[in-house]
């Protein structure tokens, strides 16, 4: 999402860290740089002219001009009021000591709503909770089915209503009451409420909503935003944070191709927190907002922590360590290979993973990360699981035909084999000499010096 503005401040800090000395017609120049791509990316102009502001009053004082690196302390600047802008600490629900917690979703049609109650009800169990997801959007042809659906594919317990409703938000209410009866009955910790969306926020669903909040004691209730939807997002937060108490904000669709305004401009101009932001369509892809790490993602810092938190989450610790000990004895399989091949695919697409490495997105732009990408891993899985248990356990065996066979049987060609093959024959060289000595610190060093393992430049090309 935030793609254009970090290649625009990207830029604008070149130009700063590029001079020994700065002078504050040098910051002048840079800080208006960075206010067009801030209103480029549609965030709020009082949010970003009060932004500049900041950083201008810190950036030209004695301290950081006639310091030995003062391009550097006008980025670290930045970052921090980055941070400040995005809300500071990171924030998330509270659980309360009686449970169940409830949780009331609310927001327009259009915004993910539905499916975020089902990422949310996932993320809670993965915090050790046991959530319950009560369908208490009657208005919308469908939706009761579909969050069903969603619930059933993801494992989650969702309470529908009984009958036909005719008063709307009675019949609202009677759910929500149903819903929380039903969570003690099954021992549910936490119980997430998905209310109606509309096209606007009018009379009826204010009343709904007040009608449910007095029937039940709603402890938090989430503003789901469309993050695409600009600053128009931010309008939608001041009527709800005015009119219906919300108490916190989930941005979906983050990795859309949005500019970000919605996520730069919700907290400094609505006081609104952001607690959690969708970051794909895949029900487990609703992580925390960190506003520090966020920061560092726009400024083209990468975001090492949240890569190393998806690959835990994906992994399993007890397969992995299998395979590290495989490895290090240079004893590595083709299923060993496949294993990880999956995992990666499972943390997002390369050009992602990739993206929250420092510098990482300079080298997909100058074209220096000639690296596969979803389809082309597709395509390497299909050729080793092409080949029989022997072939994977020795691919030493495979001779000419062979290639043939497998190349066949994967809809690819004999040479894709080959640079599999010759890739996978690299990555157990370099095991190997891990075995003979030098241990992580060896294997750290080499791969500093060369190219990722086992996807040598070019593999699977086209």
Not at 17 to 26: E, H, I, P, V, Y
Not at 161 to 179: E, K, M, S
Not at 347 to 357: F, I, K, Y
Not at 441 to 446: C, D, L, N, S, T
């Amino acid at each position: 999402m935030f793609d254009a503005l970090t290649d625009r401040l990207t830029e604008a800090f070149r130009r700063i860290s590029t001079k020994g000395k700065l002078t504050a017609a040098d910051v002048e120049a840079g800080l208006r740089e960075v206010r067009l791509a801030l209103l480029e990316a549609d965030v709020h102009f009082r949010v970003a002219r009060d932004f500049i502001e900041r950083v201008r009053t810190r950036a030209v004082g004695e301290e950081v001009l006639g310091s030995l690196t003062p391009g550097q302390q006008v980025v670290t600047i930045v970052h921090e009021e980055l941070v400040g802008l995005l809300g500071g600490e990171t924030q998330r629900l509270t659980y309360e000591p009686r449970p169940p917690t409830v949780v009331m979703t609310v927001g327009l049609q259009g915004s993910g709503k539905t499916t975020t109650a089902i990422k949310l009800a996932l993320l809670v169990r993965r915090e050790g909770h046991r959530p319950l997801v009560v369908a208490a959007d009657l208005h919308r042809p469908a939706a009761i089915d579909q969050l069903e659906q969603l619930g059933r594919a993801s494992d989650v317990a969702v309470v529908r209503p009984a009958g036909v409703p005719t008063d709307l938000p009675a019949a609202t209410v009677a759910v929500c009451r149903a819903g929380l009866e039903e969570a003690q009955r099954r021992g549910a910790d936490v119980v997430i409420l998905d209310t109606a969306g509309r096209l606007q926020l009018d009379p009826v669903m204010q009343d709904e909503l007040d009608r449910v909040r007095q029937a039940v004691p709603v402890h938090h209730a989430l503003l789901v935003v469309d993050a695409m939807s600009g600053q128009e997002a931010v309008n939608v937060a001041t009527v709800f944070k005015e009119r219906s108490q919300v108490t916190g904000a989930v941005l979906t669709k983050l990795d859309g191709d949005a500019r970000g305004g919605a996520a730069l401009s919700m907290r400094a101009a609505t006081g609104l927190p952001i607690l959690y932001c969708g970051i794909g369509e895949r029900p487990q892809d609703l992580e925390p907002f960190h506003p520090d790490r966020m920061a560092r993602r726009i400024l083209g810092m990468g975001d090492v922590l949240t890569l190393a938190e998806r690959a835990l989450e994906q992994g399993d610790r007890d397969v992995q360590a299998q395979v590290e000990e495989r490895m290090l004895a240079g004893r590595l399989t083709l299923d060993d290979f496949v294993a990880q091949l999956r995992q990666l695919r499972r943390m997002g697409s390369m050009a992602s993973v990739l993206g929250m490495l420092p510098g990482g997105r300079q080298l997909i732009k100058s074209g220096g990360a000639e690296l596969p990408d979803d389809r082309q891993l597709g395509r390497m899985e299909a050729i080793v699981l092409s080949m029989t248990p022997a072939e994977r356990r020795r691919p030493e065996i495979v001779d000419a035909s062979r290639r043939r066979r497998i190349a066949s049987g994967s809809g690819t060609a004999p040479a894709d084999v080959s640079r599999l093959l010759k890739g996978f024959g690299q990555l157990q060289g370099l095991m190997r000499g891990l075995g003979a000595g030098g241990g992580r610190r060896g294997m750290a060093e080499r791969l500093l010096r060369g190219s990722i393992p086992g996807l040598p430049p070019g593999a699977l090309r086209g």
